[in-house]
Every structure is written in C-alpha cells, then in structure tokens.
C-alpha cells in the first residue's frame, strides 16, 4: 500500500486536481490511500474568517468569495456541485454563526477543517469518474488530544481505529480522505498545526504498515535552501530520517516536522517529489542515506524574541528557568533558539499574537517580560568555511550561536 499526499499547491486549481487524478492513476493496480489539503490558500482564509466571526465582525465577503473559489472548480471538473461538498459549505456556515460563543482555539478548529473537508469532496467526486475510489472522513481516525489548533495524536487509539475503519476500505478502494484534521474524544475537530496534512500521511503511513510515502510537491525534491532566498541551490537525491528531522527542528520547510519519527520507526520511505515534473525522481529519505551533506541554510521570517528579565536582583536560575519552560511547554510553544544570561532569558519564537499574550499573562507575574519583533533567524547546517558569505549581508545581528556543525543567527 502507498500512500501519496498533496499539498494545497496541487489542487489549487481544476487543472490541479486533474493532474493529481493522472498521477493517481499511473499507479493503476497499486492500493492508494491520497491524503489532500485544501485547496490553495484556503486554510488562510479560513483563519481570516475566524478572526472575523470570532470577533463578531461581517465576515460574508470572505466566505463568498471562499465559497465560489470552490465552486468555480468543482464546476469546472463535474459540471455540478457535489453533495457532499455541499453539506460541508453549509455545516461551515453553522460554524461560523455562533462562533463568538466558543473559546478561541475551539472556535478555530470548527472551522478550519472544513478547508480540508471540502477540497477532498471535490476531488474524491471528481476520482469517482474513473477509479473506483472512496471518501473518507479523517476525523474517524485520527484521536487527538484537546490542544486545539496543535493536537497531538493518540497513537493507540488512531491505531486501533485506522486498522478497523480505514484499511477494509483501502483495501477495496482508492481512498481520499484529509490532511491535517482529528477529532478529540467528545467528538470536537481538532488540527494537528499548520502544514500538518504531512504529518497525517505519516500517521496513516505508520498505522497501515505501507510500503512508501510519496508527497507531492511543487518542487523537485528536498533542497539545500529555500530557492525564493538563496540562488544556485541543489537539491538532494537520498537524505536519512535523521538529517530530515533535523532539518525540520530549525524550520525548514520540506516537510512537517512530526513527519519523520512514524514513518523512521517502520523505516517506511519517504519520497518527495514534483507533481509539476512526474518524470523526476525526488528525494529518497530513507535509513541510513547520508554521505557527507551539502550545507542546508534555512531561513524563518516572522520571529519574536521574548526577554524576560528578574525582578528583583536574584539570579535567573534553575528554578526560574524551568517555570518559564513550563509556561512554554503549556502553551505548546517551541524554542527556536535561546539565550540566558545573569538576569536574563531570551527565547525566539515564531510570532503569534494569542501565544504572546498567554505569555504575558502567565509570566508577568514573576518577570519583566520585553519584546522584539519581526525578526528572522537564520540557520547553516553543517556549515563550510565559504557558507556564510551566502548569508543576507546587511543584516543587524540580534543574537547569534555556532556549534561544530551549526550555525544559528538572529536578525533585524
Ligand atoms: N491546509 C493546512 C494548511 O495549509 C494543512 C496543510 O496544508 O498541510 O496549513
Ligand atoms: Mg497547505
């Protein structure tokens, strides 16, 4: 069994999804289980509707224009709208009109998924023309936790569930169901954080035992950097699990950064590779893969970094370390790069206005919390003497850390 994943990139248009019919299909007689994204940008706009229904403000222009970007596409592919897709426009609508009454991060997870939900309608709707294919909805599956709009999955449970639910199915059909979407205990959606829909097909890579785990992407492969930034960039034709994870650590965006461990431990391999291009072969990810790597620079905009600062003249210790990593870890915030001096601890972070409030919040009792933002941070892994010179030279360094094989650096 394979399973292929594909991003919203992929399906952003009708000629998308067509194409991820066609490739679907190559594998003819192979069990495929397709997890999809949503369609182009709308996972953005979905968080801009929340942010508008939440707050109470008029958010119809947004779902218009929301709702006829997919029309527009299920139109073109079928000639009509499916039901299914339909049912999902108008459970979202119900979502939307209450939603003030719900907690923020509950309120975002009723919500987004339906960016999920609609686009795997439509493309599901569109296999069923020429494959014996089948809708699945996710939720079903995945068990997470209620860390709403980061849930972590329970393993035992999704296990159990993907083997009895899931896998009769595959067995018979080309399966199409969501990235990124789980469902709590009481039945809430759930999300598994951004750019999740990779990690799904891990878990489902993982449960089901499959023999690889392709996701299609608009690039080529895994490269050394991220092309927009940095030119004359290469790309990598095997990579091991471990280089991959650490990769992802510092923000590289190949792949989610839950991806690896599922799929390292049954030693599943990892494919990734272009739906542009079907002739080209990707990268391998695989065990045992490394030769010696090329440096990987990986840059992250959008930083915060926090300070927070003693407020009397007792040093910042052990015990005020591990209250402000607590505060973190209950937040389900993750250190970029960090820094602690006598009276100091500064952290990085990506920049999240809710999370920084939290932060304020729960800390500002014991600190004298100061802020710094937008910054980038900038990471050269496995560093050559020659690497730094590729770095933005005109930057203001805010702080900067080099290991033997790393280099991190935070600037204006
Ligand atoms: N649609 C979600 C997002 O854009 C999940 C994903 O694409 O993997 O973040
Ligand atoms: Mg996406």
């Not at 509950?106 to 919500?111: E, I, S, T």
């Not at 910042?316 to 601890?345: H, P, W, Y």
């Not at 919390?369 to 730094?388: G, Q, R, V």
Request: glycine fraction near 6%; proline fraction near 3%.
């Amino acid at each position: 069994m394979q399973i292929f994943k594909f991003g919203g990139a992929s399906v952003k248009d009708a000629s998308g999804v067509k194409n991820l019919a066609e490739i679907v299909s190559a594998f003819g007689s192979e069990k495929v289980v397709v997890v999809v994204s949503a369609m182009g940008k709308t996972t953005n706009k979905l968080e801009e509707l929340v942010k508008q229904a939440h707050s109470k403000g008029s958010y119809n222009d947004t779902l218009n224009e929301l709702k006829e970007y997919h029309r527009q596409i299920a139109n073109e592919l079928l000639g009509e709208l499916p039901d299914r897709y339909l049912q999902f426009e108008q459970s979202l609508e119900e979502c939307l009109s209450d939603l003030f009454s719900y907690e923020p991060m509950l309120a975002y997870d009723r919500v987004v998924p339906h960016g999920e939900l609609m686009s795997t309608a439509i493309v599901e709707a569109f296999l069923s023309k020429t494959m014996n294919s089948a809708w699945f909805d996710a939720r079903k599956v995945i068990r997470t936790d209620q860390y709403f709009t980061e849930a972590n999955v329970d393993w035992v449970v999704t296990e159990k569930q993907v083997i009895n639910d899931l896998k009769p199915l595959a067995e018979k059909h080309i399966v199409v169901t969501q990235g990124f979407i789980g469902s709590d205990v009481e039945g809430n959606s759930t999300t598994l954080g951004r750019e999740g829909s990779d990690y799904t097909g891990a878990i489902l890579a993982y449960c089901l035992n499959a023999d690889g785990f392709t996701v299609w992407k608009d690039v080529p492969g895994i490269l050394n950097a991220d092309p927009r930034i940095l030119e004359g960039t290469e790309q990598y034709e095997k990579l091991s699990y471990r280089e991959v994870t650490e990769m992802t650590y510092y923000g590289a965006q190949v792949i989610h950064p839950k991806t690896l461990k599922p799929i390292a431990q049954k030693s599943i391999p990892l494919i990734v590779r272009s739906f542009l291009d079907k002739s080209l072969p990707g990268t391998t990810i695989a065990t045992d893969n490394t030769k010696k790597m090329i440096p990987c620079f990986v840059f992250k905009g959008n930083q915060l970094l926090v300070t927070a600062q003693v407020k009397d003249h007792s040093f910042m210790d052990e015990k005020k370390l591990g209250l402000i990593l607590q505060v973190l870890d209950l937040l389900n915030i993750k250190i970029n790069l960090m820094q602690n001096s006598a009276l100091t601890f500064s952290f990085c972070i990506d920049n999240k206005e809710f999370k920084s409030k939290r932060i304020n919040e729960l800390l500002n009792r014991d600190f004298i919390l100061s802020y710094d933002s937008p910054l980038n941070l900038a990471t050269i892994k496995n560093y050559s003497p020659d690497s730094f010179n590729k770095l933005p030279w005109n930057r203001s360094v805010i702080m900067e850390q080099k290991t033997t094989n790393t280099y991190q650096v935070l600037y204006r």
